[in-house]
C-alpha cells in the first residue's frame, strides 16, 4: 500500500503543478486589493485602468518605499499595467520591473508621470542598478515637487547598469540623469535603450557612457565619455572622440526580446519576435512588431511563494516535458543545474528573479539547439564556487544555427554584494551563432563578501562560440579578463568594463611577464574580430597598480577595433592604464585632460590599404612649456580610410603614441632643447613621412621656496622675498655700498641642486644691485669665493651659473648708487633632484635556485661624489647575496657587509668620474621556499658625499615573487589516467555505460587540471588541490557508470509498472538519507536524489 501512497501522493503534487501552467484571467474588473493575487503570485502587481487610480497610487508608492534605497535586498517586484490609460506619478526603485501588458508600447498610456530618480544618494545614480522598464508609453505632464527636479514635458530615467529601457514611448523629452540638492547634474553610469521612441530631445549629461540600439528621438544632447548608437534613427552628429560618439547605421542581425501580453480575450501571451536583419528604428514604428505569441497555458511559472514549483528537479521536469519557463519576482536557490535541452525553449523572468546556485553546479546549461531565449534574469554566485553561472552551449558545441539562433536578453550576474559567492567565471557561450543583447557581469566592490579573495570571479565572460554578436556588454571587476574571445567572427557593439578596484598589489596581478590582466582579451588564434565602442575604466583604489593593455587581440587582418577609450576614474597616486590596445595609445593617471582619458579611433588592418596617411604638418607648441612639461600639436593627417594615431619622436627616438594631433611630453628635463618630430598611421600599417621638425626648449626649474628662511644685513623681514608677494620687499636700509657687506642669506633646509637666480626689483626700479657676488655653502659658515659675479642693469637681474647642491646661498651686493637695495622676490631655479633606484630582475620572478640581478641606478647628480654608503635590507629566508660589482670604471667597492638581511656597501670615486647611470649590480640567489612568496629587496638609503656633507637619496625597493619548485609529477599522472577514462568510457543507459552528461563533466575537470598544470605560476597548494579536485571528480564519474540496467530497479530483467512502483516509493530520498543504499538504485540519472526526472525516465523505459 505504501508504494500505491507514493505514486498518488506523486501524481497529486504533479496536478498542482500543472495547475500553474493554465491561466485563470478574470474578465471583470478586480479591486485593487486582488492586484497581486494573479496567477503569477503575490510579488506581481497586474493593475486594470478601472481600479481607482488613488488605489494604484498607494500600491506603487509602498514598492517603491521597499525599493528605493534597497540596493541588496531580497524582495522582488514586478508592476504589470493592462491595456488602457493612468494617471499617477510612479517610480522605479530597486529589484523592480514595470511594464505594460499591451501588444505595442502605445496601448497601455501613463499620464502623468513614470521616473527613476536618484535622491536616495543626492542625485549620484551611479548605484541605481537592478530594475527596468517596457513595453509602455508615458506623457509627462506633473510637475514633481522638489527635491524631484522633474518638470513638465521630461521623465527622468537617472540609471546606471542593469537598468533596460525598451520598447518605451516618451511623449516628451528624456532626462538620463538626476539633479542634486544644487541643481548639478549627478553622475550616473548607464546604460541601456532599446526598440523605443522618444519624441523629445534625449539629454544624457553626465551619464558616463551609453548604449542605444534600434531607437529613434527629435535630438541627443551630448555625451561623456562612450556613446554607441547602432540601427538608431537621427543619431547626433560628430564623430569619435569629440564628441565620442560612435554610430553604426544598421543592426546586423537581432532578435527582440520576448514579452508578457495579454490578448483581446483577456488571456495571457508571451510574445516572441522575429529575428531580423540589417535594421534601423523601432520594431513597432510602423505597426505591430513581427514575430509569434505563445499562450500562457505552454509555461511552467516558477514562483517564489509556492516552494513546490521552485525546485530544479521539478523545473527540469517540465523543460523535459516541453515547457517553457516564466520565472516570477523571487530568489531561487538551485540545488541543482537548469537544463534547457529543447530547441526554441523559452525563459522569460519578470520583476529581477534571482537564481542562485547552492551547489558547485551551474546555475543553468543550455544544450547545442536553436532558438533558446533567455531573458529577465539575475543569476547571482553561491557559496560554493562553480565553474560557471550560465552556460550557453556544451564545450565542444558546432551546431550550425545561423536560420534560428540562441538569444540572450537582459541577462544580469553577481558576485558578492548581496551573498558571499565565487565562481570561474560568470558566462561561457559555447554555441555558435549567439546573440546577446544587454548583459552586465559585476564581481561586487561592495557590499556583502567584497574582497579579493571573497568574491572571487577569474572572469566575467567567456566566448568560445563562432560568430558570436553582442550588443551592450557592461563586464566589471572580475579577478582576471574581465572578457576571454576565444572563437571566431565575433562582434561586439559597446563595451564598458571597470578592471577591478581592490588588487592588493602588482605582484598578486600578473599577466605572465606583464602588468595586469587586460580588460578586454581576443585570443591570439582568432583570425577575425571586430568591436566598436570600447571603454575601459580604472580605480585602483588599494594599491598602486599598473595595467600594460586595457585591450588585447591578435594582429591579424580580419580583427578591428573602433573607437576605444581608456579613462582614470580616481585611484592611488602611480597607478595607471599605461595603453589602450597592444601597446598603443597614451597613459591615463591623473583626473584631468589626457592623463584622465585615452582615445583611438582605429586598431587593424584594413586588407590591401596601401596607401599612407598625409605627412603631419604645422607643428607648433600647445601651451608654454615648462621645465617638466612640453605640449605640442599638429594638423591633423589625413587617410584615404582611417587615420589611426600618430607616433611621435624627439630627438630621433620614439617617445610615444597618441590618437589626437597633440601630445604631452612629460619626461623633459630643465633647461634642454628637444627636436620633435611626428609620423601618422593609418589602421593599414601605413606610415607617413617624418614631419618637419619641431625645436623647444624647456625654461628653469623654479624651486618650492615655501619651508625656505633666511637672514641679512638689515632689519628688514627677509621671508618677503620669499613670499611670493610682489607687494612687499626688503631692503639694504642704507644705500648701496660694497662695504660694509650688504648682503642676503637663504636657507634652503636641504642640499638642492641649483642653477639660476632671480633678483626682482620690480616697484622699486632703481633700487636693483648694481654689483653683486653668488656665494654657495653646505653649513652657512664656509663660503668660499663666489660661484658667479656680474653687474646689475635693471630692475629684473637673472645669474646663471653651473649647477650647484648646497643649503646655503649668499648674494652680496658689490656696487655704489645712493639708492637703497630692494628686493621684491628672490627666485631660484634648480635641476631635477637627484634620486637612486633599485632596478630589476626585469619579470618581477625568480625560482628557487635561481640567480639573478638587481641594479642600483643614479640620476641627476650634479655635485662631486667621492663615496657612497648604500644600505639595502632583504628577507634572508628567500633571497641569498652572492656578490656585488661595479658597473662604473671610476667607482671602486671598498667594503660591504652582510649580517642577517641587511647590506652594506661602501665605494669611492677614486677617478672623480660622473656617477650618473648604473652604479652597482647586486648578485643574488632565490632561496627554496614552501611554496610561491613575494618578498622585496629595499634600497633604504643610498647616500652620497662630497667633501663637506652627504645627501641621502633613497629608498627605493623591488617586489620579487619567489617560485618554489612544484613537481608536477603526480598532477600530470592524474590528468594522464583522467584522460584515459575519459576516452574508454561511453555513455548510455545500458550496464557499463555513463550517465549521459558526465563525460562533459569530467572533461571540465580535466580542463581545470590542465589549466593549472600549464600555469608557470602554480603554487604547491594550487596543484595539490588541482589532485585532489581530479581524484573527486574521477571517483564521481566512476559512480555515475551502471552497474546493472538503469530503469530495472527489482533486476528481473524487464521494465515494467513494479520498476516503477519502486521508484514512486524512493521518491524524495536522497544520497544523505541513511537509508540510501536501499533506495539507490531508484536513482535512474544518479545524480544523488529520486525525484520527477527518475519517474519520467523509468516510465520512458516502460513505454518503449
Known amino acids: 500500500m505504501r508504494s500505491l501512497k507514493k505514486i498518488v501522493s506523486s501524481v497529486s503534487m504533479m496536478a498542482v503543478v500543472l495547475s500553474l501552467w493554465s491561466p485563470g484571467v478574470s474578465h471583470a474588473a478586480t479591486p485593487i486589493t486582488d492586484a497581486n493575487s494573479s496567477i503569477f503570485g503575490p510579488n506581481v502587481y497586474v493593475f486594470d485602468p478601472t481600479m481607482a ?18 540596493e541588496f535586498g531580497t524582495e522582488r517586484d514586478a508592476l504589470l499595467f493592462k491595456p488602457g490609460t493612468y494617471n499617477g506619478n510612479y517610480y522605479v526603485g530597486f529589484n523592480t520591473q514595470v511594464s505594460g501588458l499591451g501588444q ?61 529601457l525598451r520598447r518605451l514611448h516618451v511623449k516628451g523629452k528624456l532626462n538620463l540623469f538626476d539633479f542634486d540638492s544644487n541643481w548639478n547634474a549627478g553622475w550616473a553610469s548607464g546604460g541601456f535603450l532599446a526598440d523605443s521612441i522618444i519624441d523629445g530631445q534625449v539629454i544624457p549629461a553626465s551619464q558616463q557612457q551609453w548604449f542605444s540600439r534600434n531607437s529613434q528621438w527629435a535630438s541627443w544632447s551630448n555625451g561623456v565619455w562612450n556613446m554607441v548608437f547602432v540601427g538608431d534613427k537621427n543619431t547626433p552628429t560628430g564623430a569619435f572622440p569629440d564628441p565620442p560618439y560612435t554610430v553604426v547605421p544598421n543592426t546586423p542581425i537581432i532578435r527582440e526580446k520576448p514579452y508578457l501580453y495579454i490578448d483581446g480575450s483577456n488571456n495571457y501571451q508571451v510574445f516572441v519576435p522575429s529575428l531580423s536583419q540589417n535594421t534601423q ?54 540545488d541543482d543545474t537548469i537544463r534547457i535541452n529543447n530547441p526554441n525553449t523559452v525563459v522569460l523572468g519578470i520583476g529581477m528573479p534571482t537564481l542562485i546556485p547552492t551547489t558547485d553546479k551551474p546555475a543553468m546549461k543550455v544544450a547545442d539547439v536553436d532558438g533558446v531565449k533567455l531573458a529577465g534574469l539575475l543569476y547571482e554566485a553561491g557559496p560554493n564556487a562553480t565553474s560557471t553561472l550560465l552556460e550557453v552551449g556544451p564545450a565542444g558545441s558546432a551546431a550550425d544555427h545561423a536560420a534560428n539562433p540562441t538569444s540572450l536578453h537582459d541577462l544580469f550576474f553577481r558576485t558578492g554584494g548581496a551573498v558571499v559567492g565565487q565562481n570561474a567565471s ?23 563578501g567584497a574582497g579579493w579573495t571573497q568574491n572571487v570571479s577569474t572572469n566575467g565572460l567567456i566566448v568560445n562560440g563562432d560568430d558570436v554578436t553582442l550588443y551592450g556588454l557592461f563586464n566589471e571587476h572580475h579577478n582576471e579578463y574581465q572578457t576571454v574571445w576565444n572563437g571566431n567572427g565575433g562582434r561586439l557593439y559597446f563595451y ?46 588599494d594599491a598602486a597598480v599598473k595595467l600594460e593593455n586595457a585591450i588585447e587581440v591578435p594582429d591579424a587582418p580580419g580583427v578591428k577595433i573602433h573607437n576605444a577609450t581608456t579613462i582614470w576614474l580616481n585611484g592611488t597616486a602611480g597607478s595607471e592604464i599605461t595603453h589602450i590596445i597592444n601597446g598603443v595609445g597614451g597613459r591615463v593617471y591623473g583626473t584631468s585632460g589626457s592623463s584622465q582619458r585615452q582615445t583611438i579611433n582605429f586598431y587593424g588592418t584594413d586588407v590591401g590599404d596601401t596607401i599612407p596617411p598625409s605627412v603631419p ?57 628637444y627636436s620633435y ?28 621656496r615655501s619651508s625656505w ?135 618581477g620572478k625568480v625560482t628557487s635556485g635561481q640567480s639573478f640581478d638587481t641594479t642600483v641606478k643614479l640620476d641627476n647628480v650634479v655635485s662631486s661624489v667621492y663615496a657612497q654608503d648604500i644600505q639595502l635590507t632583504y628577507d634572508p629566508s628567500l633571497i641569498e647575496f652572492v656578490s656585488a660589482d661595479s658597473l662604473n670604471p671610476a667607482i671602486t667597492i671598498i667594503g660591504q657587509k652582510d649580517t642577517s638581511g641587511h647590506l652594506r656597501i661602501l665605494t669611492a670615486n677614486l677617478a672623480n668620474g660622473d656617477v650618473n647611470g648604473p652604479v652597482l649590480t647586486l648578485h643574488w640567489k632565490a632561496k627554496a621556499p614552501e611554496d610561491n612568496t613575494s618578498t622585496s629587496i629595499s634600497l633604504d638609503s643610498l647616500a652620497i658625499a662630497d667633501l663637506q656633507t652627504a645627501t641621502n637619496l633613497g629608498p627605493s625597493s623591488n617586489v620579487i615573487l619567489v617560485k618554489a619548485i612544484v613537481d608536477l609529477t603526480i598532477l600530470n599522472g592524474k590528468i594522464a589516467t583522467a584522460e584515459s577514462t575519459y576516452s574508454g568510457a561511453t555513455e548510455g543507459y545500458e550496464v557499463g555505460l555513463y550517465v549521459p552528461g558526465s563525460k562533459a563533466t569530467l572533461q571540465s575537470a580535466i580542463d581545470a587540471a590542465k589549466q593549472v598544470a600549464a600555469n608557470p605560476d602554480v603554487t604547491k597548494q594550487l596543484a595539490a588541490q588541482a589532485v585532489t579536485d581530479l581524484n573527486n571528480a574521477l571517483a564521481s564519474f566512476a559512480a555515475k557508470q551502471y552497474q546493472s540496467s538503469p530503469g530495472d530497479v527489482n533486476n528481473d530483467g524487464v521494465f515494467t509498472v513494479v520498476d516503477l512502483a519502486n521508484v514512486a516509493a524512493a521518491y524524495g530520498k536522497t544520497s544523505a538519507d541513511t537509508d540510501w543504499a536501499q533506495f539507490e538504485k531508484a536513482d535512474f540519472n544518479k545524480d544523488g536524489r529520486v525525484d520527477l526526472v527518475d519517474l519520467a525516465a523509468v516510465a520512458q523505459r516502460i513505454l518503449n
Open 53 to 70: 487610480s488613488a488605489d494604484i497610487q498607494t500600491a506603487v508608492d509602498g514598492v517603491f518605499a521597499r525599493q528605493e534605497r534597497s
Open 104 to 164: 505595442n508600447p502605445d496601448d497601455v498610456l501613463i499620464n502623468g508621470g513614470l521616473n527613476v530618480n536618484a535622491d536616495w544618494d543626492n542625485g549620484n545614480a551611479t548605484r541605481n542598478f537592478w530594475r527596468g522598464i517596457e513595453n509602455i508609453s508615458i506623457n509627462p505632464t506633473l510637475k514633481i515637487p522638489d527635491p524631484a527636479h522633474i518638470t513638465p514635458g521630461n521623465t527622468q530615467i537617472a540609471v546606471s547598469q542593469a537598468a533596460p
Open 281 to 334: 528604428g523601432a520594431s513597432w514604428a510602423n505597426g505591430a512588431t513581427p514575430g509569434d505569441s505563445i499562450g500562457i497555458d505552454q509555461f511552467y511559472i516558477v514562483r517564489a511563494d509556492i516552494p513546490a514549483t521552485t525546485t530544479a528537479a521539478n523545473i527540469n521536469a517540465a523543460l523535459a516535458a516541453g515547457k517553457n519557463l516564466l520565472f516570477t519576482p523571487g530568489i531561487y536557490h538551485l
Open 426 to 448: 560568470q558566462m561561457i557561450i559555447n554555441s555558435d551563432d549567439v546573440i546577446g543583447d544587454h548583459f552586465w557581469m559585476w564581481r561586487a566592490d561592495h557590499g556583502a
Open 496 to 541: 564598458q568594463s571597470e578592471i577591478p578596484y581592490d588588487v592588493p598589489n602588482q605582484a598578486a596581478w600578473m599577466d605572465g611577464t606583464k602588468n595586469g590582466y587586460a580588460s578586454y582579451k581576443v585570443a591570439d588564434t582568432v583570425t577575425s574580430h571586430e568591436a566598436w565602442g570600447l571603454g575601459v575604466y580604472s580605480y585602483f583604489r
Open 617 to 673: 604638418t604645422n607643428l607648433a607648441t600647445k601651451e608654454t612649456p615648462a621645465y617638466n612639461r612640453v605640449k605640442i600639436g599638429w594638423t591633423p593627417s589625413t587617410d584615404n580610410l582611417n587615420v589611426a594615431g600618430y607616433d611621435v619622436y624627439r630627438d630621433g627616438t620614439l617617445i610615444g603614441h597618441t590618437t589626437t594631433a597633440e601630445y604631452v611630453d612629460t619626461t623633459v628635463k630643465p633647461l634642454t632643447t
Open 677 to 704: 618630430t611626428v609620423k601618422a598611421k593609418d589602421g593599414g600599417n601605413n606610415y607617413s613621412a617624418l614631419s618637419a621638425p619641431l625645436s623647444v626648449t624647456t625654461p628653469k626649474r623654479a624651486l618650492d
Open 709 to 843: 628662511t633666511g637672514t641679512s644685513t638689515s632689519a628688514d623681514p627677509v621671508a618677503n622675498v620669499l613670499d611670493g608677494d610682489m607687494g612687499t620687499r626688503w631692503s639694504s636700509g642704507k644705500p648701496m655700498a660694497p662695504s660694509p657687506e650688504q648682503s642676503i642669506t637663504i636657507d634652503m633646509k636641504v642640499p638642492t641642486s641649483i642653477n639660476s637666480i632671480e633678483m626682482d626689483s620690480t616697484g622699486s626700479n632703481n633700487d636693483y644691485a648694481r654689483g653683486y657676488a653668488i656665494y654657495v655653502s653646505n653649513d652657512g659658515v664656509n663660503w668660499g669665493t663666489p660661484v658667479t659675479t656680474g653687474v646689475g642693469t635693471n630692475k629684473l637681474i637673472t645669474v646663471d651659473f653651473p649647477p650647484q647642491l648646497v643649503r646655503y646661498f649668499k648674494i652680496v651686493q658689490t656696487g655704489t648708487n645712493s639708492s637703497w637695495w630692494s628686493l621684491y622676490e628672490v627666485r631660484v631655479y634648480g635641476a631635477v633632484p637627484p634620486s637612486a633606484t633599485l632596478v630589476g630582475p626585469a619579470s
